[in-house]
């Protein structure tokens, strides 16, 4: 009775690995080199994006990769957790992965550091905003500048109440009306 069984099986397991074998093409290829005569040119190299972001501390960068690994994360007021976060939950936690206390609220942190003008800015500047009424100076919004890309493109990272954890450029149009102030915490 084995030998019944066991003899098809056997042969079948043949027939396949000898098929694959013998069915299988083998192409070689060749490279190809110009004749010696001929000069080998080479194509440019693209030029890599340079950010500034290279040029900052340990600190900072530690500070900023941080604050982008919580892009995503939904808007929840005194929120600090992956869960939800809001503006200065979001700051408050990225400056204590780098051993640095800043305040809880963004009023608070707005007094932290010292005040540079929007033309200076830099990765790693804190931004503040007045978003509850248009003609108040009162800091309702923080975001931390994550890279200065040109004269009217810098980005910063904040938590939007609609959106969560984005980057968006301080000069968009809501944002440049809204501005309010920035400060150098290094």
Known sequence: MYKQLFFPLGFLLVCLLTGCATSKKTT???????????????????????????RLDAKQKKIISTARSFAGTPYRWGGTTRGGMDCSGLLMISFQEAGINLPRTSA?????????SIRELRPGDLVFFATKRKNSRKVTHAGLVTEVRGKNNIQFIHA?????????????????RAFVKARRPF
């Open 28 to 54: 070689t290829r060749r490279s190809v080199s110009p004749p010696p005569s001929q000069p080998t040119t080479k194509l440019p190299e693209t030029p890599k994006r340079i950010t500034r972001i290279n």
């Open 108 to 116: 608070e942190q707005s007094k932290f550091g010292r005040l540079v």
């Open 160 to 176: 939007s109440t609609k959106l969560g954890v984005v980057e968006s450029n301080i000069f968009s149009d809501y944002y440049r």
